[in-house]
C-alpha cells in the first residue's frame, strides 16, 4: 500500500480513484472508448466494482456512457476547469472558516511545529541552492510536510462533508500536484516558496478564532496555488 492509500478503500473507491487518475493524467485521452470488461481487466478486478467506479465517474462528468457497458472519456472544456478551481478554492475558504470555530489549542500547536518543519527545510534548501548542491530531495520533504499541514488544517474544521468534497473536487491530483510542483521547482528552487509565509498567518486567524480571515487567507493562497500550476506549459486537467 503507497503513502496516498486508505486502508479503508473499497475496491470500487480504488477502481474510481485509479480511473480519474488515469483521466487527469492523460492515459485515458477524451474521447477513449472504455468498456467494463477492459477496464476490470486492467485492474485486475471483477466487474462489480468496475461498474460502480464507472457510474461514479459518469456523475463526476468525467465520462459519458455510449451503451450499456460502453463508455468514452469526456471532454472537459476550459470553461469547466474553471468552474471547479471556484468549487475547489471556495471549499479550501470554508474548511479555513470552521477551522477558525472548531480547532484545538493542541491541534494549532501541531500546525506550529509542521511549520517549524517547513521552516527548516527552507533554510537548507536555500542554502543547498547557493551552493548549486542538489535540492530535490528536500523540495520532497517540503512538499510531505505542507500536505502534513494541509491535512491537519483539515482535521481542525472538523467537518467530513467538507473534506470528502473537496477531494471530490480537486483541479489536480495530489500526484499530478507534486509532479507540476516538482517541475516547476526544478526550474526555479524558489518556486511557490513566497507563499508559505502565509500560513503563518493563517494559523494566527485560527488562534484568534477569526473565521472571515482565516477563509480569505486560504482562498488567496489557493487561487494562488492553482493559478501557478495551471499557467505552465501543457495541458490542464482536472480529477473526479
Same mark, same amino acid.
Given at each position: 500500500?503507497?503513502?496516498?492509500?486508505?486502508?479503508?478503500?473499497?475496491?470500487?473507491?480504488?477502481?474510481?480513484?485509479?480511473?480519474?487518475?488515469?483521466?487527469?493524467?492523460?492515459?485515458?485521452?477524451?474521447?477513449?472508448?472504455?468498456?467494463?470488461?477492459?477496464?476490470?481487466?486492467?485492474?485486475?478486478?471483477?466487474?462489480?466494482?468496475?461498474?460502480?467506479?464507472? #457510474?461514479? +465517474? /459518469? *456523475?463526476?462528468?468525467?465520462?459519458? !456512457?455510449?451503451?450499456? %457497458? =460502453?463508455?468514452?472519456?469526456?471532454?472537459?472544456?476550459?470553461?469547466?476547469?474553471?468552474?471547479?478551481?471556484?468549487?475547489?478554492?471556495?471549499?479550501?475558504?470554508?474548511?479555513?472558516?470552521?477551522?477558525?470555530?472548531?480547532?484545538?489549542?493542541?491541534?494549532?500547536?501541531?500546525?506550529?511545529?509542521?511549520?517549524?518543519?517547513?521552516?527548516?527545510?527552507?533554510?537548507?534548501?536555500?542554502?543547498?541552492?547557493?551552493?548549486?548542491?542538489?535540492?530535490?530531495?528536500?523540495?520532497?520533504?517540503?512538499?510531505?510536510?505542507?500536505?502534513?499541514?494541509?491535512?491537519?488544517?483539515?482535521?481542525?474544521?472538523?467537518?467530513?462533508?467538507?473534506? #470528502?468534497? +473537496? /477531494? *471530490?473536487?480537486?483541479?489536480?491530483? !495530489?500526484?499530478?500536484? %507534486? =509532479?507540476?510542483?516538482?517541475?516547476?521547482?526544478?526550474?526555479?528552487?524558489?518556486?511557490?516558496?513566497?507563499?508559505?509565509?502565509?500560513?503563518?498567518?493563517?494559523?494566527?486567524?485560527?488562534?484568534?478564532?477569526?473565521?472571515?480571515?482565516?477563509?480569505?487567507?486560504?482562498?488567496?493562497?489557493?487561487?494562488?496555488?492553482?493559478?501557478?500550476?495551471?499557467?505552465?506549459?501543457?495541458?490542464?486537467?482536472?480529477?473526479?
Amino acid at each position: 500500500m503507497t503513502a496516498d492509500e486508505d486502508p479503508r478503500e473499497t475496491l470500487a473507491d480504488r477502481a474510481y480513484r485509479t480511473v480519474g487518475d488515469a483521466i487527469s493524467a492523460g492515459e485515458l485521452a477524451p474521447g477513449e472508448k472504455i468498456t467494463e470488461r477492459g477496464l476490470a481487466e486492467r485492474l485486475s478486478m471483477s466487474p462489480t466494482p468496475v461498474r460502480e467506479a464507472i #457510474r461514479r +465517474l /459518469e *456523475q463526476d462528468g468525467l465520462i459519458r !456512457r455510449t451503451g450499456p %457497458r =460502453t463508455v468514452v472519456v469526456a471532454d472537459i472544456g476550459s470553461t469547466a476547469v474553471e468552474d471547479l478551481a471556484e468549487v475547489e478554492i471556495a471549499l479550501r475558504g470554508l474548511i479555513a472558516r470552521f477551522a477558525a470555530r472548531h480547532a484545538t489549542t493542541a491541534q494549532l500547536d501541531d500546525l506550529d511545529a509542521i511549520l517549524d518543519e517547513a521552516d527548516d527545510l527552507l533554510i537548507v534548501i536555500k542554502q543547498r541552492d547557493a551552493e548549486d548542491r542538489p535540492v530535490e530531495k528536500h523540495l520532497n520533504t517540503l512538499l510531505d510536510t505542507m500536505q502534513r499541514f494541509n491535512d491537519a488544517v483539515a482535521a481542525c474544521a472538523g467537518n467530513a462533508v467538507l473534506v #470528502r468534497l +473537496l /477531494e *471530490q473536487t480537486r483541479v489536480f491530483t !495530489r500526484a499530478e500536484r %507534486r =509532479t507540476r510542483t516538482l517541475e516547476r521547482a526544478r526550474a526555479d528552487h524558489r518556486f511557490g516558496l513566497d507563499r508559505y509565509t502565509t500560513h503563518r498567518a493563517l494559523v494566527r486567524a485560527l488562534r484568534s478564532g477569526d473565521s472571515a480571515a482565516a477563509e480569505q487567507i486560504a482562498i488567496d493562497d489557493v487561487r494562488g496555488g492553482l493559478a501557478d500550476l495551471r499557467h505552465e506549459p501543457g495541458r490542464v486537467t482536472r480529477r473526479r
